[in-house]
């Protein structure tokens, strides 16, 4: 009997419907094809193992499995549920009526019980689209995939409950999520706060301005001075996400099998990556292509800490991607893309040792020592990065106060009002959302500069020695300083203001 049944295959953050066909005839055999990797091929022990403690069992006929498209690579061992359930249909074990009518998931261990899948949130939203009746997956999972509303999700814990669910027409519990109660109760809890930060007055001033306009930050600065405290306590001062922002950010991370407990992601997401890591795992890719660090970070915070100790190859990758905010990675079969629309926040010290300039610093570096570790980063990728702030230790007494300085719940409503007004500004454009996005025509639309203004411009580009990109980011920067104060028109002000913010590219910044 040819029974067809049907799961799912996750490429990039996008899901593809698989059909199961399964044909039991005369001989004796279990044949899979399809372009199975290891872990399917593998899942004829689980599954004879499963069934057999459940007391059902393998036919023994000549069992042959297709897995269409059969040109399309499958991976994972998420597909156990799927060829049990065709078999036991196939065989005549349960009814085969309904089977059609569901994508089935899931991992089985021996005993017949569900381990959690990968990428259950785009495989229920191509499950909606393609009009199935319903998701039939692990529970670990079903609330991930309840996001979905109009898909009916049952999360299952045994093969019994799914095979008495066909067979004896026994009720299965649905998973139902109201997503935006779910969404909009996580949504404002921070861990860490700005009122925790003492003095630093110019550098939360740099940050809140980063976070307006959606900008790249560096921090440079000797150990100790609060480099990596300020970047933690960034995400805490972003606008809220939005419900459509909460979905793709929680489709990527569901591709990694990264989703919490509650579904539905509200917090921005901080990544930070520990220097050694490769280009692979930071962009993306392996031999089955995963999203990277940059798109686990799509819509928050990417905290590269000592910068040039990273890899220089790690570091160039990520300035294609810092460009055009997704990054594509080709095989030879097959092209995958990934959104990666993030805040880069960076820091450094000044010199190898951290301390430059400093008379009372037990350790001091020679120039030569100070250009190679400096060199390790390259100009175009600090091109990239709008905004350079200098972070001087703070003084005993600021650290000695005890008045708490001004809370992330203020600086966000000022960043939020920000990103309102850009909101607004490219309400008809399709991929810009704030200021750091911005193009080169949109950057000569929107950034009209006064004849006094462009002076001033004019003269720290000559004499700073400022590439074009810079001075894109210097406009870019200083249209967000005019959002948050809530002008129209860019004043001389914001520009003088939005020069200090290019410190690294002054020649003799650090004399």
């Known amino acids: 009997m040819l029974v ?5 295959a996750v490429f990039g953050v996008e899901a593809t419907t698989i059909i199961v066909e399964v044909n039991i005839d005369k001989g004796i055999g279990y044949h899979l094809v399809g372009l199975p990797d290891n872990a399917i091929k593998e899942s004829s022990y689980r599954i004879s193992a499963a069934l057999n403690n459940n007391g059902y069992k393998l036919p023994g006929k000549k069992i042959t499995i297709n897995m269409a498209p059969a040109d399309l690579r499958k991976e994972g061992s998420a597909y156990d549920l799927t060829l049990a359930i065709g078999i036991l249909a196939a065989s005549n074990q349960i009814k085969s009526e309904e089977v059609g009518n569901y994508i089935i998931m899931g991992e089985l261990s021996l005993d017949g019980s569900l381990q959690p899948i990968k990428g259950a949130l785009p495989i229920a939203i191509k499950a909606l689209e393609e009009g199935f009746t319903g998701f039939i997956l692990p529970k670990q999972n079903a609330k991930e995939a309840a996001i979905v509303n109009g898909l009916k999700v049952y999360g299952i814990e045994n093969i019994t409950e799914v095979i008495n669910f066909f067979d004896k027409d026994a009720e299965l519990e649905q998973t139902i999520i109201d997503t935006r109660a779910e969404f909009y109760k996580n949504l404002d809890n921070p861990e860490f706060d700005f009122a925790d930060v003492k003095g630093q007055e110019s550098v939360k001033r740099s940050m809140e301005i980063a976070a307006a306009g959606g900008h790249n930050i560096i921090l440079v600065g000797p150990p100790g001075s609060g480099k990596t405290m300020l970047s933690k306590r960034l995400s805490s001062i972003l606008p809220p996400m939005t419900l459509q922002e909460a979905l793709e950010t929680t489709k990527i991370h569901s591709v ?8 539905l992601m509200s917090q921005r997401p901080f990544r930070s990556p520990h220097h050694t890591i490769s280009d692979v795992a930071l962009v993306g890719g392996g031999q089955y292509p995963q999203p990277g660090e940059i798109s686990l970070s799509h819509n928050g915070v990417l905290f590269l800490d000592e910068l040039p100790e990273f890899k220089r190859t790690v570091l ?13 990675i080709s095989r030879a079969r097959f092209t995958v893309t990934y959104p990666s629309s993030f805040m880069l926040v960076a820091s450094m010290n000044p010199s190898p ?15 030569a020592e100070m250009q190679r570790y400096l060199s390790k980063i390259s100009g175009p ?12 230790p703070v003084p005993f007494e600021k650290l000695s106060e005890e008045r708490l300085g001004e809370p992330s719940k203020l600086i966000r409503e000022r960043v939020t009002k920000a990103r309102e007004i850009q909101s607004e500004r490219f309400k008809e454009l399709i991929n810009v959302h704030y200021n750091a996005q911005m193009s080169v025509k ?14 001033l411009l004019k003269n720290a580009m000559e004499r700073l020695n400022l590439s074009a990109r810079a001075y894109d980011r210097i406009l870019k920067v200083s249209r967000t300083i005019a959002d948050l104060e809530g002008v129209e028109n860019i004043s001389s002000t914001h520009i003088s203001e939005a020069i200090q913010y290019r410190s690294l590219d002054r020649e003799g910044w650090l004399g």
């Open 316 to 328: 160039e990758v990520m300035r294609q991607p810092l460009e055009d905010r997704e990054v594509t």
């Open 353 to 367: 040792s951290g301390y430059f300039n400093d008379p009372d610093a037990p350790v001091t570096s020679s120039p």
């Open 4 to 8: 067809k049944i049907f799961g799912s």
């Open 381 to 392: 990728l600090l091109d990239r990065i709008d905004i350079h702030i200098e972070v001087n």
């Open 256 to 263: 990694v099998g990264k989703v919490k407990d509650s579904g």
């Open 442 to 455: 949109q950057i000569r639309k929107f950034c009209v500069l006064s004849d006094e203004s462009k002076t």
